[in-house]
């Protein structure tokens, strides 16, 4: 059922204190429930695949072509429609609906979301450039990249050129986020640290794609616990 992934919001952080007095931050995301708009086969489209809807949207928002595609579904109008890829279809059915209880035994997840968007940036703030020199006959372009390309051999500016420019707002996937709790209750899902965006940004998470096999911070409590009743038991 991990093939799929959920969409959610990032609420913002907060922490999570345990019985040894650890205290670990967290970040709070509150999930959408899924619904199968569409099971796709592979007679149909040469891959089997399941098309799910999350959020709400006003039907007055649609196109006359996506009213039609809700309507022949029998299904509500989904604000975000994703297609997933899975090996088998016949644990999904047309206007079934799932949650966070898909991760239920599942450790790790794997997050993409949008960066904060810094707006126009220098080379300096974007890249970390020296800039030029403060002196010996440099005025006004302090903090400028300087030559940017007339010394190599076409005389040209190669495209992807370290540059001023657009500096964040951009899509990227942080790997092996450990849970640490998830309240299925109010489908919050708190996660082991920080993650890409602003309050509000959406959020698509998946199980760990990466085989992992370091330890969750419940467990690392238990194992020190453990280590520290060993040597008490030597000394009698």
Known sequence: MTEVALIGKKIGMTREFYKSGQSVPVTVVKMEKARVIQVIKKDQRGYDSVQLGFGKIKNSKLTKSMKGF???????????LKEFRVKNTENFKEGNEFGLEIFKEVKFVDIRSKTIGKGFAG???????????????????????????QRQDPGKVFKGKKMAGHMGNKLRTIQNIEIIKSDIENNLLYLKGSIPGSKNTEVLVKKAKKNVHKLTVNEKIEAAEKAKKIPEKKKK
């Not at 809700?70 to 975000?80: S, V």
């Not at 450039?129 to 005025?139: N, Y």
């Open 70 to 80: 809700y309507a022949k579904k029998n299904t509500e109008p989904k604000k975000i």
């Open 123 to 149: 080379v300096m703030k974007k890249y970390n450039f020296a800039g030029l020199r403060a002196t010996h006959g440099v005025s006004v372009s302090h903090r400028s990249h300087g030559s940017t390309g």
